[in-house]
């Protein structure tokens, strides 16, 4: 089954807002990753937040994990027309790790320019 | 670096016959995985590697082989295709186990007839 849950599946925004997209998960995890898919091609990763940190920021990223609440939420400031992707988290579980990666659905984002 | 190769990008079978897809990448990394995604789904892993002559069963294995005789290499091998393989399949490598990203390659389009 799904380790973890992305929400909402869709979200359309207008281009210069916010986005933020959030994934739970079920299990204690190692790291929690992002990653990027643009329609009919591989993911993409965009950062990495290990189980001991909070808040990682990257660029217009920022990555909150809560370990307590099994959750994490990822904000993309000032969206740009070339932000339009699905985007997935992806958990590395206590004794694997990037072998072993555990996806959830995804949250399609739609910018509309 | 060429990072993660995926051949064939599109391929059709008929049900029942066999094929190989293949993935390899040119970056030393020790850790493969081959992903099968489908709409809806996320990404879902067949079976991954943690080092040349070491496989592994991931969630969904069933119908599908893998064998990895050099850390260059790691391919997939549909036994007998059948309709409910029909899928996007993605190849990934990663340097380490839990400090950073999973590289992917560009995906092979499957369609089983």
């Known amino acids: 089954s799904q380790q973890g849950e992305e929400d909402p599946q869709a979200l359309s925004i207008q281009e210069g807002e916010n986005a933020t997209m959030n994934c739970s998960y079920k299990?204690?995890?190692?790291?929690l990753q992002w990653y990027r898919q643009n329609s009919g091609r591989g993911l993409v990763h965009l950062i990495l937040?290990?189980?001991?940190?909070r808040e990682k920021h990257s660029g217009r990223l920022r990555v909150t994990l809560d370990t307590s609440k099994k959750s994490s939420s990822l904000l993309i400031t000032a969206s740009r027309a070339a932000d339009t992707a699905s985007y997935f988290c992806?958990?590395?579980?206590?004794?694997?790790?990037?072998?072993?990666?555990?996806f959830g659905t995804g949250t399609r984002l739609t910018i509309i320019p | 670096n060429a990072g993660v190769t995926q051949t064939p990008k599109f391929q059709v079978l008929k049900t029942g016959q066999s094929m190989t897809l293949q993935c390899a990448q040119d970056?030393?990394?020790?850790?493969m995985s081959w992903y099968r995604q489908d709409p809806g789904m996320g990404l879902r892993l067949i079976h991954y590697?943690?080092?040349?002559?070491?496989?592994d069963q991931g969630e969904v294995p069933n119908g599908y082989n893998v064998s990895r005789s050099t850390t260059e290499d790691f391919p997939l091998r549909l036994l007998s295709a059948a309709p409910s393989q029909t899928s996007v399949y993605f190849c990934?490598?990663?340097?380490?186990?839990?400090?950073?990203?999973?590289?992917f390659g560009q995906g092979t389009r499957l369609t089983v007839v």
């Open positions: 590697s943690v080092g040349a002559g070491i496989t």
């Open positions: 990934a490598s990663s340097l380490d186990r839990q400090n950073t990203e999973a590289f």
């Open positions: 992806a958990t590395g579980q206590s004794n694997f790790g990037n072998e072993k990666l555990t």
């Open positions: 970056m030393n990394h020790e850790y």
């Open positions: 937040i290990r189980s001991n940190e």
């Open positions: 299990t204690s995890i190692n790291n």
